[in-house]
């Protein structure tokens, strides 16, 4: 497979990034984070990796077994926290199990003190008030919240990109109703129609997504806009307008490549900003359903439960930290791309 070169411009775009320490560690320490977290069912979980029984290979994380698949009496879903189930498997095998024997819903109900129960040997930073381990739903919350916000970023980012170079491009009145129906649309309080929406259809990953996208799109119009409209009428797109070009060619061939380098500085702060709304709407009741992982709704948690600090700290450390790399890797972009900076 042939590497793929990078011109001696972006090359030392990425000379520049890469000279900006704290950018290029957090970048490093980010992808990190979300790659683990990536596999968190493998992490934390209250099923077994992997099992063997009476000679037989089982991998509960990906699919469901019964008790009769062990010897049990039922069939029903194996609990494998039960200490008979565990003793049936371990008679004929044994069970491999992830570090933190919780998932994001496992409550806990062996606790020495009644919920929240501070850090132990079996919950590492404690429980909320329902009896759930923190560590786990940290894990869990961090990468929904990424997800969603990388998610929002892209889909904000090609609508943005494609709705200020369409006004950028043609200019005259394809401009100015694009930019009358974007005051109209900007308007619009984003909490009220979400309040609305919840209160007819329980919000959840996708109806969040659409209602943020729909009011998120607007971020990178004004950044494309201007970069088109100062663009096509420089002379290598006049000339190429004379040579029969199209316009769609001229768009993605000449002008958007221009445009990306203004927009790509945007990138990483479009992702902080969608990982704190969600955040937010998750602490204000209208984010995610109960029970879902959600830093939001830790936040919530930890306010409500002053007397268990390990709640409100775990998920401040995470969130400071994530949105902390997001911040020092968009600083870095930016000095990278920017042409009036030198190493």
């Not at 004929?92 to 819903?105: E, H, K, N, S």
């Not at 997504?209 to 950044?223: E, K, P, S």
């Not at 060619?249 to 992702?271: D, E, G, Q, S, Y």
């Amino acid at each position: 497979m042939k590497a793929v070169k990078l011109s001696p411009l972006n090359q030392e775009r990425w000379r520049r990034f890469c000279h900006n320490r704290r950018g290029y560690f957090s970048m490093w320490l980010f992808l990190l984070l979300f790659v683990v977290t990536l596999g968190a069912e493998l992490i934390a979980n209250d099923k077994p990796i992997v099992v063997k029984h009476d000679g037989d290979w089982f991998f509960p994380v990906v699919k469901n077994y019964t008790e009769l698949d062990f010897g049990g009496d039922f069939d029903m879903a194996a609990d494998y926290r039960d200490p008979y189930i565990a003793d049936m498997i371990n008679e004929a095998g044994w069970m491999l199990w992830p570090p933190i024997r919780f998932d994001y819903r496992t409550i806990n109900y062996d606790l020495p003190t009644p919920a929240p129960s501070p850090p132990s040997s079996k919950n590492w930073l404690g429980t909320d008030d329902q009896g759930r381990d923190v560590l786990a739903r940290l894990i869990y919350g961090f990468r929904i919240s990424v997800l969603f916000g990388l998610m929002l970023t892209i889909a904000t980012s090609i609508i943005g990109i494609a709705a200020g170079a369409v006004q950028g491009f043609y200019g005259g009145k394809v401009d100015l109703i694009g930019q009358r129906i974007m005051e109209v649309w900007s308007s619009v309080p984003t909490l009220f129609v979400l309040i609305i929406i919840a209160s007819l259809v329980p919000p959840n990953f996708w109806i969040l997504l659409a209602i943020l996208l729909l009011f998120g799109w607007m971020a990178l119009v004004g950044v494309v806009r201007a970069e088109f409209l100062r663009a096509r009428n420089l002379d290598y797109v006049l000339a190429a307008r004379a040579m029969g070009v199209g316009d769609g060619k001229i768009i993605f061939r000449h002008l958007l490549p221009n445009a990306m380098v203004a927009t790509i500085t945007f990138v990483p702060f479009l992702l902080v900003s969608g990982i704190t709304s969600l955040t937010a709407l998750d602490f204000l009741g209208f984010g995610l359903p109960p029970g879902s992982a959600s830093l939001g709704e830790m936040v919530g948690q930890g306010k409500n439960n002053l007397h268990a600090p390990w709640i409100g700290i775990s998920v401040f450390i995470v969130l400071a930290l994530l949105l902390t790399l997001l911040v020092f890797v968009g600083e870095a972009v930016r000095d990278a791309v920017d042409p009036n900076r030198t190493r």
